[in-house]
């Protein structure tokens, strides 16, 4: 084994990635904690350790998710610059509008904080449904900010775009399926004030990863050529064509490669350009979302990756559309982005304490054989002690057949319990010693590869896969996993991380790697009274909305950290996780309903004789206490 001095705080972030998927925002300090640099600058650094000790002592233990809102910012400005310079760079006449769809975290403080750090750049909304415009509504925006209507539109949706349309915000209705049509004319003959609309348009061209589906002419949204023209026809005939200003299109989230977004942006572009030759006063070209976000760090088509930065996408956008429409001589439309992955990804991590490691197969023990009267177990006590670099392949061979022996043994009632313990001890023995002499040998056969993978540890963490990592037993989506100390120290072990619910799926055996995916992370032994976290990166996106109560784990304790001006880094607000009582209460298990129970309960026990007064109403206010904790181990 290699000592530790070789390792470093530099090494270990080759080792996770940290500076592949970090986008610059995350590295490991000399003194081996996870450090986050808000301006993506080393010298400005937050201590991740340091802040999640400090929660704790505040009271709010791990599970913990962590937001830093200055990466919100840093988002925003790389998205907005990255248009500003394309547009530059292929003298483009249009605008760039970006607008933040809400579905992708509808968290008030991660809505705020975006808008806050985008209000330079105008940032505006996306909707998708009648109440995200109706919080959409309430928020303040810049005057020229747009807010973008998708989604599903009856008439008490449209009538609450109208509503914002009348406080004096830009709102532009998108029409994705004919029969909205109908409600828009009703909605307009309705409304005094009536909103702006567009249309989604359904394009050939497909996005490319997990969310393929999104796009292309299968697709559940956007009107084909002919339902096209027919819309046009008919906001015509109701005296609407000039409310017409936008297309739009998305062909999926994260989009893996680059060659899909541009032959989607061409061809939008081209209908956008026969539309305006319609005679029809187009402004805006929508160009969606899907612009991806590097999770394995691996600048691949992978599904968790994607061929292409943001400056790319955002040339191939401008190029593009600029191309189309010199070449129709029509006027460049302002362009509008819906990124909200690229946006919210990085801003936040979940950070997780292990709370025991589960050896799956035994360690290594003593092969020694005193008075063993099964033969199998003799067998295998001398295979154990006899293999060598050179027999190991023939002897864990036998091994496997000694144990299909002691197997049928057991089933025929000739061995004890501590018999069969000792016979699987050995077995394993045998399997770790084989697979440690095969490492030194020079054809190591595949067998022995496969083995090793077998091997690991299982480290228990403390949260739900299914609160805090959706996407992943839903999607098998990836997201970076990194220990938050001791990254100055070799990681000596590997595991596979399983959580707290009863479920199979609460585990994460699949992990970021550059080339091939890992099936155990990378990590250090746990010292007894030492806690050992773990964080779970770039979670910023989709994760929040999508979690769930599985075995009513519950939201879990947020708090925003952010940078000041002096280097400090600032606790800025924490927002407590739900007790048992609140996981509780959304299923319709209300405090009141779950007292009554157990008062009823401990009433007929007090009948029986079994408890008296005083120890009930003690164990109704324990009961009463435990509702309040927080859902997960304390
Ligand atoms: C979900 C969605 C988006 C956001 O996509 P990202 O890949 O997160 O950027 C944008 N537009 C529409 C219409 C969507 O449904």
Same mark, same amino acid.
């Given at each position: 084994?290699?000592?530790?001095?070789?390792?470093?705080?530099?090494?270990?972030?080759?080792?996770?990635?940290?500076?592949?998927?970090?986008?610059g925002y995350?590295?490991?300090?000399?003194?081996?904690?996870?450090?986050?640099?808000?301006?993506?600058?080393?010298?400005?650094?937050i201590?991740?350790?340091?802040v999640?000790e400090?929660?704790?002592?505040?009271?709010?233990?791990?599970?913990?998710?962590?937001?830093?809102?200055?990466?919100?910012?840093?988002?925003?400005?790389?998205?907005?610059?990255?248009?500003?310079?394309?547009m530059?760079?292929?003298?483009?006449?249009?605008?760039?509008?970006?607008?933040?769809?809400?579905?992708?975290?509808?968290n008030?403080?991660?809505?705020?904080?975006l808008?806050?750090?985008?209000?330079?750049?105008?940032?505006?909304?996306?909707?998708?449904?009648?109440?995200?415009?109706?919080?959409?509504?309430?928020?303040?925006?810049?005057?020229?900010?747009?807010?973008?209507?998708?989604?599903?539109?009856?008439?008490?949706?449209?009538? /609450?775009?109208?509503l +914002? %349309? =009348?406080?004096?915000? &830009?709102? #532009?209705?998108?029409?994705?399926?004919?029969?909205? !049509? *109908?409600?828009?004319?009703?909605?307009?003959?309705?409304?005094?004030?009536?909103?702006?609309?567009?249309?989604?348009?359904?394009?050939?061209?497909?996005?490319?990863?997990?969310?393929?589906k999104?796009?292309?002419?299968?697709?559940?949204?956007?009107?084909?050529?002919?339902?096209?023209?027919?819309?046009?026809?008919?906001?015509?005939?109701?005296?609407?064509?000039?409310?017409?200003?936008?297309?739009?299109f998305?062909?999926?989230?994260?989009?893996?490669?680059?060659r899909?977004?541009?032959? /989607?942006?061409?061809? +939008? %572009? =081209?209908?956008?350009? &026969?539309? #305006?030759?319609?005679?029809?006063?187009?402004?805006? !070209? *929508?160009?969606?979302?899907?612009l991806?976000?590097?999770?394995?760090?691996s600048?691949?088509?992978?599904?968790?990756?994607?061929?292409?930065?943001?400056?790319?996408?955002?040339?191939?956008?401008?190029?593009?559309?600029?191309?189309?429409?010199?070449?129709?001589g029509?006027?460049?439309?302002?362009?509008?982005?819906?990124?909200?992955?690229?946006?919210?990804?990085?801003?936040?991590?979940?950070?997780?304490?292990?709370?025991?490691?589960?050896?799956?197969?035994?360690?290594d023990?003593?092969?020694?054989?005193?008075?063993?009267?099964?033969?199998?177990?003799?067998?295998m006590?001398?295979?154990?002690?006899?293999?060598?670099?050179?027999?190991?392949?023939?002897?864990?061979h036998?091994?496997?057949?000694?144990?299909?022996?002691?197997?049928?043994?057991?089933?025929?009632?000739?061995?004890?319990?501590?018999?069969?313990?000792?016979?699987?001890?050995?077995?394993?023995?045998?399997?770790?010693?084989?697979?440690?002499?095969?490492?030194?040998?020079?054809?190591?056969?595949?067998?022995?590869?496969?083995?090793?993978?077998?091997?690991?540890?299982?480290?228990?963490?403390?949260?739900?896969?299914?609160?805090?990592?959706?996407?992943?037993?839903?999607?098998?989506?990836?997201?970076?996993v990194?220990?938050?100390?001791?990254?100055?120290?070799?990681?000596?072990?590997?595991?596979?991380?399983?959580?707290?619910?009863?479920?199979?799926?609460?585990?994460?055996?699949?992990?970021?790697?550059?080339?091939?995916?890992?099936?155990?992370l990378?990590?250090?032994?746990?010292?007894?009274?030492?806690?050992?976290?773990?964080?779970?990166?770039?979670?910023?996106?989709?994760?929040?909305?999508?979690?769930?109560?599985?075995?009513?784990?519950?939201?879990?304790h947020?708090?925003?950290?952010?940078?000041?001006?002096?280097?400090?880094?600032?606790?800025r607000?924490?927002?407590?996780?739900?007790?048992?009582g609140?996981t509780?209460?959304?299923?319709?298990?209300?405090?009141?309903?779950?007292?009554?129970?157990?008062?009823?309960?401990?009433?007929?026990?007090?009948?029986?004789?079994?408890?008296?007064?005083?120890?009930?109403?003690?164990?109704?206010?324990?009961?009463?206490?435990?509702?309040?904790?927080?859902?997960?181990?304390?």
């Open positions: 084994m290699k000592r530790t001095e070789h390792f470093n705080a530099a090494a270990a972030e080759e080792l996770y990635g940290l500076n592949r998927w970090g986008n995350l590295g490991a300090g000399a003194d081996g904690h996870l450090q986050v640099y808000p301006d993506a600058l080393p010298e400005r650094a201590d991740v350790q340091a999640v400090e929660l704790a002592r505040r009271g709010f233990g791990t599970p913990v998710l962590l937001r830093f809102p200055q990466l919100l910012a840093g988002q925003v400005a790389s998205l907005s610059t990255a248009f500003d310079r394309a530059e760079e292929f003298d483009y006449p249009g605008g760039f509008h970006p607008v933040f769809p809400i579905k992708v975290n509808q008030r403080p991660v809505v705020e904080a808008l806050q750090s985008g209000w330079s750049h105008s940032l505006g909304l996306e909707v998708g449904s009648c109440p995200e415009m109706l919080a959409a509504t309430s928020l303040a925006l810049p005057p020229d900010a747009l807010t973008i209507c998708n989604g599903y539109k009856d008439a008490g949706y449209l009538d /609450a775009a109208a +914002a %349309a =009348r406080l004096g915000r &830009k709102i #532009v209705v998108v029409l994705e399926k004919p029969f909205e !049509l *109908d409600a828009y004319l009703d909605m307009a003959r309705r409304q005094e004030v009536v909103p702006l609309a567009g249309i989604r348009i359904r394009l050939q061209a497909r996005g490319s990863g997990l969310w393929e999104s796009g292309g002419v299968a697709s559940k949204f956007g009107l084909g050529t002919a339902q096209l023209l027919d819309a046009i026809e008919r906001l015509r005939q109701g005296g609407l064509e000039k409310k017409l200003v936008l297309l739009h998305h062909i999926g989230s994260q989009v893996t490669e680059i899909r977004i541009k032959q /989607a942006v061409r061809e +939008a %572009a =081209r209908i956008y350009a &026969k539309v #305006v030759r319609l005679g029809v006063g187009l402004q805006y !070209l *929508d160009v969606g979302g899907g991806g976000v590097d999770y394995d760090g600048r691949t088509s992978s599904d968790a990756s994607m061929n292409y930065t943001v400056q790319e996408y955002a040339n191939d956008v401008v190029y593009a559309v600029k191309e189309v429409c010199d070449q129709e029509v006027p460049a439309p302002r362009l509008i982005s819906e990124s909200g992955r690229m946006l919210t990804a990085y801003h936040s991590m979940l950070v997780t304490d292990v709370r025991a490691s589960v050896k799956g197969f035994g360690g023990t003593s092969p020694e054989i005193e008075n063993e009267e099964s033969m199998e177990i003799r067998d006590g001398e295979t154990a002690s006899g293999i060598t670099v050179k027999n190991y392949r023939e002897f864990y036998d091994a496997l057949e000694y144990r299909e022996r002691l197997a049928s043994a057991f089933d025929l009632g000739l061995l004890t319990l501590r018999q069969r313990a000792r016979g699987e001890e050995l077995f394993w023995t045998i399997v770790r010693r084989a697979v440690r002499f095969s490492r030194a040998a020079k054809f190591r056969g595949e067998e022995f590869v496969e083995l090793e993978k077998k091997l690991h540890e299982k480290y228990v963490c403390n949260f739900s896969v299914f609160q805090s990592l959706p996407d992943h037993f839903s999607l098998d989506q990836l997201f970076p990194v220990p938050i100390q001791r990254l100055n120290e070799r990681p000596m072990l590997r595991a596979s991380l399983a959580d707290i619910t009863c479920d199979s799926e609460g585990e994460v055996e699949k992990f970021v790697h550059p080339r091939e995916e890992k099936e155990a990378e990590v250090h032994d746990l010292r007894p009274g030492e806690p050992y976290r773990i964080a779970f990166l770039l979670l910023g996106a989709y994760q929040d909305a999508l979690g769930d109560l599985h075995n009513l784990f519950g939201r879990v947020e708090a925003d950290v952010v940078l000041d001006a002096n280097g400090e880094a600032r606790i607000e924490v927002r407590p996780g739900e007790s048992a609140d509780l209460a959304a299923f319709g298990f209300t405090r009141a309903v779950l007292v009554e129970g157990l008062q009823s309960a401990l009433a007929r026990q007090i009948k029986a004789g079994q408890l008296d007064r005083e120890q009930a109403e003690e164990l109704l206010a324990a009961y009463r206490s435990r509702l309040e904790t927080y859902t997960y181990l304390s």
